[in-house]
């Protein structure tokens, strides 16, 4: 036996030892044994993995980034490790690297919670506030709506200071499981954080303002008699420091802190006066300072200024034309078209703003959307000399479009292009020739996939291909191996169905194509007639006869599990 056997035995038996006893919880003696295994086979991920454990069982938070650095350096996609690299860096406060980890984990688990809300937050606290916006559309995204969901949510909310989308958060959080909704407001007068408590007071320990006790939240019907009363000191506690806080953040200037505290006062209790003067106040010296940029042409800080009163107070629409507007001027299309269509909502009738979304998704190369845009503009105003050259000119842009998306390389987006295109210039012989270019190209991309093996790409592009090219049957033909390799046999069979119409020579080999897919995904009764068919052309064909064996077992099978589950027990007794 060789050195390099000795290492390897011996950092086998240390890698059992330290699970063992990782699970006995003997975290000393599991990390010494997780090192020795390292030492032994220091590119091995199991060791690693297994210190990275031990640190984040015992909160070593120092050991737990040092070994899930290396971890993430040997193992990029390991997705347990970047989890727990992940919560490392959310204990050390490294908010770069901890959105950098959540992100992978994110993208290897989509449909997790907790991943999508932990990403916004470590995003909106590294500064990436577009990011963070991201992956909170995500998270509201989600389904089904579950009460953590809402939970995250209003937590997400708070954490970016929309006390107004908080509260409604948690109000639904309440409404769909109260014990959820009481042991987070419990939390937050631990954490004594004051806005969380002032937000969720009114739902917790009163219910909706005019309902009786019958129709108000079973949550407070949850709470304890002496609790109820400690909650209610903790609100007036809140209340008060909020108080005493906006009135500092206001003199030293801080205004948008100084709004979201009053806000959440007002929550708590919409008859403050003092509150609402505050609210007033802030947005009233905004609005001044907004105005002031606008005559003196100072755009950056018009633009600044009602992005700031836009975020305080989503029902000022006249603060969203002036920041629509100004987008507009500034030429940026793709943040003026939510701007416009937040006025558009609140609006249908002006006509305005029904112009500048209209241009504002032109410009933003959304010919699509522009177009059904500019129907409404011609709808509501029949008179408008722009909508109607916009649509006369339909055709032409859209072929433009069409021609960026293809020089640009994004062949799907060209095909979705094309198709609406078509709708306005059926005979046109430029967008003719432009279809069968694209759908060359895309041919061509399928080819060079099959040949690298990359059945992912070749399934990615496929859709658009038979779009343009339903039939040709090399497009079906690279579609039903790639699904075949992939076992998307759902996409395999009507790939294979469309060879055989195409080409009947080919149909032998289709036959046997959609047998196997018949077969492994367990489609017995339909498999049985074609593989009838393959051994009445081959009898001797060995791979049918297999599956011809197969499929009258599993039939026998079910046969006898359908009559145990008919026939009645012989009594034991």
């Known amino acids: ?22 699970h006995e919880q003997s975290y000393r003696e599991a990390e010494a044994a997780f090192v020795l295994a390292h030492t032994a086979e220091p590119r091995a991920e199991a060791p690693l993995l297994g210190l990275c454990r031990v640190s984040y069982a015992t909160r070593n938070w120092r050991d ?6 290396r971890l993430v350096a040997l193992a990029p996609s390991n997705l347990e490790g970047q989890l727990l690299r992940a919560r490392a860096c959310n204990a050390e406060r490294q908010w770069p690297a901890a959105a950098a980890a959540w992100a992978v984990v994110a993208q290897g688990r989509p449909d997790w919670p907790e991943a999508q809300f932990q990403l916004a937050r470590a995003r909106f606290r590294s500064g990436d506030v577009a990011g963070a916006d991201e992956a909170g559309s995500r998270l509201a995204g989600l389904s089904p709506r579950t009460p953590l969901n809402a939970d995250l949510l209003g937590q997400l909310a708070l954490e970016r200071g929309q006390c107004e989308a908080a509260a409604s958060f948690f ?11 009481r042991r987070r407001f419990e939390a937050m007068c631990q954490a004594r954080h004051h806005r969380g408590i002032a937000i ?10 005019g309902t009786d006790a019958g129709r108000a939240p079973a949550i407070q019907h949850g709470l304890q008699e002496g609790l109820q009363e400690a909650l209610q000191e903790a609100l007036q506690e809140a209340l008060q420091a909020l108080a005493a806080r906006a009135v500092a953040q206001e003199r030293n200037g801080h205004l948008d802190e100084a709004f979201q505290d009053h806000t959440a006062i007002l929550l708590a209790d919409p008859d403050d006066v003092s509150a609402q003067r505050g609210r007033t106040r802030i947005r009233r010296i905004l609005q001044i300072a907004a105005q002031d940029a606008l005559r003196s042409e100072d755009w950056n800080a018009a ?7 836009v975020q305080l107070d989503g029902s000022d629409l006249d603060s969203h034309i002036q920041l629509g507007r100004l987008l507009m001027r500034q030429r940026d299309w793709a943040s003026a078209v939510p701007a416009w269509q937040t006025v558009v909502a609140a609006s249908p009738q002006l006509v305005e703003a029904q112009i500048q979304l209209a241009r504002a998704l032109d410009r933003s190369d959304s010919p699509g959307a522009a177009l059904s845009q500019w129907h409404r503009v011609l709808a509501l105003s029949p008179d408008n000399a722009e909508a109607r050259e916009m649509l006369e000119q339909a055709p032409r842009r859209m072929l433009d479009h069409v021609r960026r998306l293809v020089d640009a390389g994004d062949l799907t987006q060209a095909v979705q292009a094309l198709k609406l295109a078509q709708t306005f210039a059926p005979d046109d012989p430029d967008l ?17 996939a099959f040949k690298a093996s990359d059945w992912d790409a070749i399934l990615a592009i496929s859709a658009a291909t038979r779009a343009l090219r339903p039939d040709d049957a090399e497009v079906h033909l690279l579609t039903g191996r790639a699904a075949m390799a992939r076992r998307q046999y759902d996409l395999a069979i009507p790939a294979w169905n469309a060879l055989a119409a195409i080409d ?11 047998a196997r897919c018949y077969v ?24 049918a006869q297999a599956m011809r064996s197969q499929f009258l077992a599993t039939g026998r099978d079910n046969h006898a599990d359908a009559r145990m589950r008919t026939e009645p027990r012989a009594n034991p007794t």
Do not use: N, Y
């Open 520 to 543: 492994r995904s367990g489609r017995f009764p339909e498999a049985g007639p074609i593989i009838g068919a393959i051994l009445a052309e081959t009898p001797d064909h060995v791979e």
């Open 504 to 514: 009947p020579a080919r149909g032998p080999m289709c036959r046997l194509q959609l």
């Open 64 to 69: 737990l980034d040092r070994w899930t650095r």
């Open 200 to 209: 969720m007071a009114r739902t917790v320990l009163e219910g909706e303002p």
């Open 303 to 309: 633009l600044g200024a009602f992005r700031r009163l």
């Open 171 to 181: 109000k639904a959080l309440a409404k769909e499981d109260p014990a959820a909704g």
């Open 1 to 22: 036996m060789g050195i390099m056997d000795l290492l390897s035995t011996r950092a086998e038996g240390a890698l059992c030892a330290g699970q063992r006893l990782l």
């Open 432 to 448: 003719i020739r432009r279809t069968d270019h694209v759908g060359r190209r895309l041919l061509q991309a399928m080819r060079a």
